[in-house]
């Protein structure tokens, strides 16, 4: 596979056919990030989002509507939280944990660094957490940090937002009675990307690796591609068995079946994409030969627009 190349979308890329986000956080049709930017419309929608709470298995639950899916461990050690969602979340997200049990939080895990899964850290640090993540997300927070798909550069986090633990390859705890494994994919979505196992539970948290029934957004300028994207979903599926439990970074909990959907829907994605660009097709002309149109009704609902996909995709092959 060609090694991809960063990447830098045009904001009209964000425009699509005036498709319907249909989902708690993004729930704005994508002229609105043309408009407002893609950061400041998933913020302000996090500030208006209802959580709701999804009991998963066991001891474990799943907070939805702040950024990327929150899972929540409970019992005697504390509450562990693998995600921290996005800060203005702050008062919907504690009454959601309130819900759950009266158990403090004290332990945090980060998939990765991006906003909408860690600009959250700060507050739940200083509620308790100590926050656990890849070296490269602590390396990605701790400077400015510009995602050019984005069109935003992301200021240094301040020093509680860090993660105090941080691991290169594996890392293992355990944590009210159940064994919690974390494991790096190697650059995929971006270069900072872990899964979280409940062994215990056999349920798994894939962060961003899985984007459940919505097409994924990559981040080039911090290590990602669509090859790294696959070689995820395709290290997913070798891994974990049927019988497990996957929590999605975004969308909801599913299957097996639904993570091999996805895989197949990035494999066929980049072989169209591949081949109109080895024809010599420009990015324009590529996205309007429309080489997702067979998934664009499930996969196109939010603001990772078709375009926006193709474009993504465009710079890696």
Same mark, same amino acid.
Not at 64 to 82: R, W
């Given at each position: 596979?060609?090694?991809?190349?960063?990447?830098?979308?045009?904001?009209?890329?964000?425009?699509?056919?005036?498709?319907?986000?249909?989902?708690?956080?993004?729930?704005?049709?994508?002229?609105?990030?043309?408009?407002?930017?893609?950061?400041?419309?998933?913020?302000?929608?996090?500030?208006?989002?209802?959580?709701?709470?999804?009991?998963?298995?066991?001891?474990?639950?799943?907070?939805?509507?702040?950024?990327?899916?929150?899972?929540?461990?409970?019992?005697?050690?504390?509450?562990?939280?693998?995600?921290?969602?996005?800060?203005?979340?702050?008062?919907?997200?504690?009454?959601?944990?309130?819900?759950?049990?009266?158990?403090?939080?004290?332990?945090?895990?980060?998939?990765?660094?991006?906003?909408?899964?860690?600009?959250?850290?700060?507050?739940?640090?200083?509620?308790?957490?100590?926050?656990?993540?890849?070296?490269?997300?602590? +390396?990605?927070? /701790?400077?400015?940090?510009?995602?050019?798909?984005? *069109?935003? !550069?992301?200021? &240094?986090? %301040?020093?509680? $937002?860090?993660?105090?633990?941080?691991?290169?390859?594996?890392?293992?705890?355990?944590?009210?009675?159940?064994?919690?494994?974390?494991?790096?994919?190697?650059?995929?979505?971006?270069?900072?990307?872990?899964?979280?196992?409940?062994?215990?539970?056999?349920?798994?948290?894939?962060?961003?690796?899985?984007?459940?029934?919505?097409?994924?957004?990559?981040?080039?300028?911090?290590?990602?591609?669509?090859?790294?994207?696959?070689?995820?979903?395709?290290?997913?599926?070798?891994?974990?068995?049927?019988?497990?439990?996957?929590?999605?970074?975004?969308?909801?909990?599913?299957?097996?079946?639904?993570?091999?959907?996805?895989?197949?829907?990035?494999?066929?994605?980049?072989? +169209?994409?591949? /081949?109109?660009?080895?024809?010599?097709?420009?990015? *324009?002309? !590529?996205?309007? &030969?429309? %080489?997702?149109? $067979?998934?664009?009704?499930?996969?196109?609902?939010?603001?990772?627009?078709?375009?926006?996909?193709?474009?993504?995709?465009?710079?890696?092959?």
């Amino acid at each position: 596979m060609k090694q991809a190349q960063p990447v830098k979308i045009s904001r009209r890329l964000f425009m699509g056919a005036g498709l319907s986000a249909g989902a708690t956080l993004l729930t704005r049709r994508p002229l609105f990030a043309e408009v407002e930017g893609i950061v400041p419309t998933m913020v302000n929608a996090a500030a208006k989002a209802k959580i709701t709470v999804h009991p998963v298995r066991r001891n474990i639950s799943v907070l939805e509507g702040s950024g990327g899916n929150i899972a929540v461990l409970t019992g005697a050690d504390g509450k562990l939280l693998v995600e921290a969602g996005f800060a203005v979340s702050r008062p919907a997200i504690s009454n959601a944990l309130a819900s759950i049990n009266a158990d403090a939080i004290k332990h945090l895990i980060n998939t990765h660094w991006h906003a909408d899964h860690t600009d959250g850290n700060a507050w739940l640090h200083a509620a308790g957490a100590e926050i656990t993540a890849h070296e490269n997300t602590r +390396k990605r927070l /701790a400077v400015a940090t510009r995602v050019e798909g984005w *069109n935003w !550069t992301f200021p &240094a986090a %301040p020093a509680g $937002a860090l993660p105090v633990k941080v691991f290169a390859t594996d890392y293992e705890v355990r944590r009210n009675n159940t064994r919690i494994t974390m494991k790096y994919y190697g650059p995929a979505h971006t270069d900072s990307d872990v899964w979280v196992h409940f062994t215990d539970a056999d349920v798994v948290h894939l962060g961003d690796t899985w984007w459940n029934g919505v097409y994924p957004f990559i981040d080039y300028s911090t290590g990602g591609s669509i090859d790294g994207q696959i070689r995820a979903a395709e290290a997913n599926l070798a891994t974990f068995t049927d019988k497990i439990i996957f929590i999605p970074g975004h969308g909801p909990v599913g299957g097996r079946s639904e993570v091999v959907e996805f895989r197949d829907m990035l494999v066929a994605t980049r072989e +169209k994409v591949a /081949a109109l660009k080895k024809q010599g097709r420009s990015l *324009n002309e !590529t996205i309007a &030969a429309k %080489p997702t149109s $067979a998934y664009d009704a499930k996969w196109g609902q939010l603001l990772v627009t078709p375009a926006l996909f193709t474009g993504l995709v465009y710079a890696g092959v």
